[in-house]
């Protein structure tokens, strides 16, 4: 039908996302790239625990770590600003609600640099009762 409103799939942008050895008869589906379920990514979020998710939580200490580097060149209060609304919240937030990341590594990893970048942009060290 997509044919005949001048609609065509362009096949080099498509995927299928699929368990290794699964077998697929249609043709137009074979050409298709094929993805392992492991590495799916779907909007920036990856579908299930393993390498694309262990990308995306090392991508986002990546972000982080650059953030604090960059947020210590500018006036405490514009950073805090920056931390609170650009760095830490949305971007985790959406990968917390979009992937399997209950008791990945990389979640320890992620809350101490938010806490080193809090203490030294607010130059106090926080205990671990105040940072909870």
């Not at 001048?6 to 074979?30: H, R, W």
């Not at 992620?110 to 106090?124: G, I, K, P, V």
Request: hydrophobic share 40%; charged share 20%; aromatic share 6%.
């Amino acid at each position: 039908m997509g044919q005949a409103l001048g609609l065509s799939l362009n096949v080099s942008k498509c995927e299928l996302i699929t368990e290794p050895g699964t077998v697929v008869c249609d043709p137009v589906l074979q050409s298709f790239k094929r993805v392992p379920v492991s590495e799916a990514v779907l909007p920036g979020a990856p579908l299930t625990e393993g390498p694309a998710l262990d990308l995306a939580w090392s991508e986002r200490c990546s972000d982080q770590t650059r953030a604090l580097e960059r947020l210590k060149l500018i006036a405490s209060q514009d950073a805090l600003i920056l931390l609170k609304a650009s760095f830490s919240a949305p971007r985790v937030q959406y990968l917390l609600r979009c992937s399997p990341s209950v008791g990945h590594t990389a979640l320890g990893s992620f809350d101490e640099l938010l806490r080193t970048a809090l203490s030294y942009l607010t130059n106090c060290d926080l205990s671990d009762s105040e940072w909870i």
